[in-house]
């Protein structure tokens, strides 16, 4: 890092001394051999960064001897499979997998409609109080998840709710709910009254404003809460780790956390477990990056 | 970063919309608050209190509570392991918060105010986006193929070193005393790194240009522009980055649960895990929720103290 600095300060006052900072900049700044010592800074840590993913492909497809004769760097010598479908049965992957999705899917569509509904009567309703409601929930997002895992494990036990996904999926509604409110709400805050005045006159009542105007125009913004909360759920821990004790209902984390310490598991299946449990993030994440990165700077600054 | 909330404005366009705004039936919109309050009361509102009932009482989980009063709390602060567990939340800060924010705010800078102009603007956002990657793992999934590489038998990372003669340097990481705490800070200054990166890339895309331009005419190095301009425009994304990250480090779970389990000898263990131990493997309901409390108190405080600076900071500055 100290090295990148060094470098940068050094070209630095190299380009200052120039005068006319407005004839071409592009031209003038891509001149000169220091950007490329910069580059390969840059470069050299995302590699780093890499490594892990690197040396997990790499032994994802091998065997348990090639792996200990040849060791972690070496290329695989034949493509071994058996990892993979070890962990593919083990765990019952397929299993899993529809389980994350019912689950974070249900809660990033439940968790916008509530934030939705709050932020309606928050930021365009305006009700008394709305500053004191908004705190509560930023205050509730803030809490840590310790403080309400006991009574909601309790809660869930009395009513039947123990260990079925409609448990985790009503607690995470709540939860990013109260996020979406806290960000909706300010965003409404700044809603052209025009537009609402202008659907009032044309007779529309509180409900086919939401629907038909506000909805619409704040789409957007509710495409990124919906990403958003999917993401969240799917990468939760601790909720699910108490609340999902059974096999059938356990999410991709559970169950590979449950495989830790697992004698059986080998380094080849240890790395294939791995990939295809990262693979629907990184798919997630390749599709929605833009999306993301939007959302993630407009909730920074909210 | 195009929704940026700028007081005044929001000053001066409230009135008029009150005044437009038909007043009658107002309280209708109480309506749509109904489904998230309930939901809000029932997930959020009535366990905490029940918490807070738990952490007076003596409670293995099943049966009758008995009440205590405060004497898990005098408990509390006389056990080591519990202020054990706040020594390492510093040191969680210091992995998840202070380095993670200083070498984002470096890489953030070089990406957009040097990389950016002088490559492909492709160049940049790839190198984000593979600093952010870490960020989008499961904490299991990311915790299991850590500890795959620092197993110490057949794990990657002492497997290369034995490979390269470096025996003696082929340690036990996270099975050892000495080793497992600073070993976990790197796992998450890994994890971390990336998304103060991000956050502080798009802040500085709304900063004015002329700014430097201007700076850059006075003969204003890369350096002194980075901290006359970049460090104060960014002001407020470091305050989101640092306040949400402290949170995170606070409350940090998943990690040490998949890493360490707290251990070896407590070395590794942080007040939620700590917390979930007496829940569950322990049965001693009441004593961790004093803990939850606990921590709960100082997530409360942390996040006042940082609004109430930054309100002061803002006030300062006159914006």
């Known amino acids: 890092m100290s090295t990148d600095l060094a470098v940068a300060d050094r070209v630095g006052p190299a380009r200052g001394g120039r005068t006319g900072g407005a004839t071409a900049p592009h031209e003038r700044l891509r001149r000169g051999p220091g950007r490329w010592l910069v580059l390969t800074a840059a470069v050299l840590l995302a590699v780093a960064m890499m490594v892990p993913f690197a040396i997990m492909l790499l032994n994802a497809f091998k065997s348990p001897t090639d792996y200990s004769t040849n060791g972690p760097l070496s290329l695989p010598t034949s493509l071994y499979t058996d ?60 809490l840590p ?35 979406g409110t806290y960000l909706l709400a300010s965003v409404f805050s700044t809603f052209p009254p025009s537009v609402l005045e202008a659907a009032a006159l044309d007779g529309a009542s509180r409900w086919q404003v939401l629907w038909r105007v506000v909805f619409p125009i704040s789409r957007p913004t509710l495409a990124v809460l919906v990403i958003f909360f999917f993401i969240w759920t799917w990468n939760e821990f601790f909720i699910p780790l108490v609340m999902l004790i059974d096999n059938a209902t356990q999410t991709i984390p559970v169950a590979i956390a449950s495989l830790q310490g ?20 990184v798919i997630f994440f390749l599709i929605f990056q833009r999306t993301l990165t939007r959302g993630i700077t407009a909730g920074a600054v909210k | 970063m195009t929704t940026v909330t700028h007081p005044p404005a929001r000053a001066t366009t409230t009135p008029t919309r009150r005044r437009a705004r038909p007043r009658s039936g107002q309280g209708t919109y109480w309506l749509y608050l109904v489904p998230g309050a309930v939901l809000f009361i029932g997930v959020i509102v009535v366990p ?31 056990d080591d392991t519990f202020w054990l567990s706040f020594r390492n939340s510093v040191a969680m800060i210091v992995a998840m918060v202070v380095v993670p924010t200083l070498v984002g705010l470096l890489l953030a800078a070089v990406l957009f105010d040097y990389l950016g102009k002088r490559f492909d603007g492709r160049v940049a956002s790839g190198l984000r986006a593979t600093y952010y990657l870490p960020q989008i793992l499961p904490v299991a999934v990311a915790g299991i193929l850590w500890g795959w590489v620092l197993n110490p038998q057949t794990g990657a990372l002492n497997v290369i070193l034995r490979n390269l003669g470096l025996e003696s340097w082929a ?11 600073p070993t976990v800070m790197l796992v998450m200054i890994w994890v971390q790194v990336g998304y103060p990166v991000v956050i502080f890339m798009a802040a500085l895309q709304r900063v004015d240009p002329e700014l430097y331009e201007a700076a850059e005419l006075d003969g204003a190095g890369w350096f002194r522009r980075f901290r006359a301009i970049t460090l104060p425009q960014i002001k407020p994304e470091t305050f989101v980055v640092t306040l949400t990250c402290t949170i995170a480090a606070l409350k940090v779970f998943g990690p040490i649960y998949v890493l360490t389990k707290g251990g070896p000898e407590n070395s590794t263990n942080v007040p939620s895990y700590f917390a979930y131990q007496n829940f569950f493997p322990k049965s001693q309901v009441g004593y961790g929720a004093a803990i939850a409390m606990v921590l709960t108190v100082i997530v409360i405080i942390v996040s006042i103290i940082f609004m109430r600076v930054q309100a002061a900071s803002e006030r300062k500055e006159g914006i």
């Open chain 1, 83 to 142: 990892g993979l479908v070890n962990f593919w049965n083990r765990v019952d992957y397929p299993g899993k997998l529809v389980n994350s999705i019912v689950i974070s899917g249900s809660v990033a569509f439940l968790a916008t409609v509530v934030s939705l509904l709050n932020a309606y009567a928050l930021g365009i309703g305006r009700i008394k109080g709305r500053l004191w409601i908004v705190m509560l929930f930023l205050l509730a997002n803030m």
């Open chain 1, 145 to 179: 998840q310790e403080a309400l895992i006991y009574p909601l494990y309790y809660l869930a036990k009395q009513t039947g709710l123990y260990n079925t996904q409609l448990s985790v999926i009503i607690i995470f509604t709540v939860i990013q709910s109260a996020f």
């Open chain 1, 262 to 281: 697992d004698r059986l598991m080998d380094a080849p299946t240890i790395n294939a477990g791995s990939l295809i449990s990262l693979l629907p993030a």
């Open chain 2, 48 to 78: 905490f209190f029940m918490n807070l009932y738990y952490s007076m009482t003596r409670w293995p989980g099943i049966g009758e509570p008995r009440w205590i009063g405060f004497d898990n709390y005098t408990r509390l602060f006389a």
């Open chain 2, 171 to 181: 340690l036990n990481w996270l099975g050892d005393t000495g080793t497992a705490l």
